[in-house]
């Protein structure tokens, strides 16, 4: 059962509407946090390496992560940013198909995925191709060896269908490497029963890890004895401490691994998803769909003349935000946040509005868009102040 | 001035010599940290990045660092691990000298360094070169692209020549890659008076960032406009924000960037650096000798005929460690820390003391070298409780 925001330290009177961007404070990691540092840092020294299960963090924080992507934690790696994750799982995966040179990729995905992939094509001497979002599956061919593709797109969040596309690129051969980093914790996703070849996401939208906090990576077993990825260190050898010259990879996903974990990032990760303990997949998309189907609704009924719903509205093609295209969608996202709630801008016309089911309610949906007809009504998002456009994350 | 340990949450009675792995707790870290977390995530959320400064945090801690490696703070880049850190870094070389095929390496380097290197070269199709670690010049001829070293050898505590070798190899048109994890913070270093190339070091040594906290990357200004690191992501594009399909790198050393960067881990890091506020790299250094000075002198006057001493004996040659062999060094390591004395054990022969200015006293070395004694005395290192190896960092 969805235990509601108590999980989580929310301001009071703020409705929230970034998870999709930086997820909420859950309640105990501040604590955990502390003693980390206080304690295991502080007093446990290099002691806590072994006596704190600093050693083992990875494979704790995998074994909380790996039910909410259907995967098992073994398969799992955690410790990099997102696009060095990204980097390592493209140069594997283009590895793993030697005889094919096109890298597909699609144009809506976030920036990063596509720098990613068109830096590993120029490494390793492959062709980039960009696809057609409505058919990324007409640009796979006999000479494709990966489809890299964002699950939900972060800007209209529209939801590609992940079985499906994974099976029909795989009868051609191709691999395809998922960008969950809009789907992990808010939008069922089930790697394994997909039958899919590789994932990466990032913790710190609706798993909520904090601010930067550690990406993922998952490898399918199948591939992991072939897959090599670039970046070895230390960390991916079979016997990290003989301190060895030469380089043998850690059987399966641990060869992914490259430095030292970063300790006080995956505890404080590991204190936030105890706040998913006891909930279901199943559970937290219901949650969501409720919240980005009542959010539509409120929309066309109170501004539906005013804005442009761009989310998908069939339910089996949504995510888990909702957005707006409004012409001056900068000045409206500003005007809302005076106004207590948050959500954010994307360039050049969207404002995007993230529903995090473990602590969005349904009365943060009926607040937002009350609020959303006062601004659009007296005009705020023309205000001077709201209006003008800089950088916001 | 050195301030002393004041700035430092020792455990009473603990003598710490394993600063050289992962440096003791400032003060102020544990309350900063929980003020980022409560407040700063917490309250702030999203919002944060603009109005608590997340934005500019790797520009604050680079200000912190820079006077402790010699160079221009907008010089350097934090986020991502040392091995990270490392593969950006040494494709960007290879990539800076594209007429010269090979890569050039020190044997008794850590594993990482290595791996990486070797890893470059498969993946740019370069050779791999092991030089005599007593002559790496000898190895850097008209094919060297890059010759990289550690400045401080991890097992011996030997120091490399940085400003010579940096000279002689760039004399024969190759760039140099140095290693500082085992220096910035207890061995100056001055990276632009040595007109060195590119630098890479991690901050939980010396600089008492924390268990796996971020590295940190160095490129001299003179290769930024040409260098290129291959893990592109959009805090390494010019304009990120406009979220534009096709990559374009930011000016300077910020197109090292990748990802968002680990917010927690670098406020953790910012607040430690403060332990170094007043204090010169000269005093650093005056401490640093003095302590492993006296340790050499007092090992050799009490337990000579027992332990060898394999850190270099002239000043100018030596790190801020002290390496002992001894064939039962693992169970000597043990018997100490059950002695409250800390220090650590490297395959297959070897005790490290590692000696940490800014909190380390000559009272701990009188102390450890007490307790040296009544181990090897005692012949405690043979206990069976402390003689099985196993696997510490």
Redesign the interface.
């Known amino acids: 059962m969805i235990p509601g925001p108590g999980r989580f ?1 929310l ?1 009071e009177g ?1 409705v ?1 509407l ?1 998870g999709n ?2 997820g ?2 859950p309640t105990g ?2 604590d955990r ?2 003693q980390v ?2 304690e295991e ?3 446990g ?6 006596d704190a299960g ?2 083992q963090l990875v494979g704790r924080v995998a074994a909380r992560l790996a039910p909410l992507v259907g995967v098992d934690p073994a398969d799992l790696h955690l ?6 994750s990204l ?1 390592k799982t493209t ?1 594997a995966a283009a590895r793993l198909r030697p005889g094919r040179r096109v890298l597909v990729l699609e ?1 809506t995905t ?3 995925d ?3 992939t ?3 094509a ?3 001497g492959l062709e980039l191709r960009w696809c057609d979002p409505a058919d990324p599956l007409a640009s796979v061919d006999e000479d494709t060896a990966l489809l890299s593709l964002t699950h939900v797109d972060f800007r209209t969040g529209a939801l590609f269908d992940l079985p499906g596309i994974t099976a029909r690129a795989q009868e051609r051969g191709a691999l395809v490497l998922w960008d969950l980093c809009h789907s992990a914790g808010a939008v069922p996703v089930d790697l394994t029963a997909a039958g899919a070849d590789l994932a990466v996401g ?1 913790t ?1 939208k609706y798993l909520n890890g ?6 993922w990576l998952w490898v399918a077993p199948r591939h992991q004895a072939a897959a090599r990825q ?8 079979a016997t ?8 043998e990879p850690r059987e399966g996903v641990g060869s992914f691994a ?9 505890s ?1 990760l590991e204190a936030s998803l105890e706040a998913f303990d006891g909930v279901t997949v199943t559970e937290l998309r219901e949650r969501s769909l409720a919240l980005t189907e009542r959010f539509i609704e409120l929309v066309d009924e109170h501004v539906g003349d005013a804005v442009e719903v761009v989310t998908p509205r069939e339910q089996g093609r949504r995510g888990s935000q909702v957005s707006l295209r409004h012409p001056a969608a900068y000045g409206v996202v500003q005007a809302l ?1 005076a106004r207590d709630v ?1 959500g ?1 801008f ?2 050049p016309d969207i404002a995007r509005f993230g529903f995090a089911p473990l602590y969005n309610t349904l009365a943060d949906v009926e607040t937002a868009v009350e609020r959303l007809v006062l601004v659009l009504e007296h005009e705020e998002h023309l205000d001077p102040a709201y209006a003008a456009r800089n ?3």
Chains 1, 2 share one sequence.
């Open positions: 330290e301001p703020l929230y970034d961007s930086l909420a404070l990691v501040a946090l502390s540092v206080r840092w502080g007093r020294l290099i002691r806590s390496w072994n600093w050693m410790g990099d940013s997102t696009t060095v980097f140069v144009p976030f920036p990063t596509g720098y990613v068109a830096a590993v120029e490494l390793l990032c710190y904090g601010p930067g906090s550690p990406a670039p970046i070895s260190g230390w960390m991916g050898h990290p401490f003989a301190m060895a010259r030469d380089f490259s430095g030292t974990p970063p300790v006080l990032a995956l404080a946040v948050i954010d994307r360039d950088a916001v994350t």
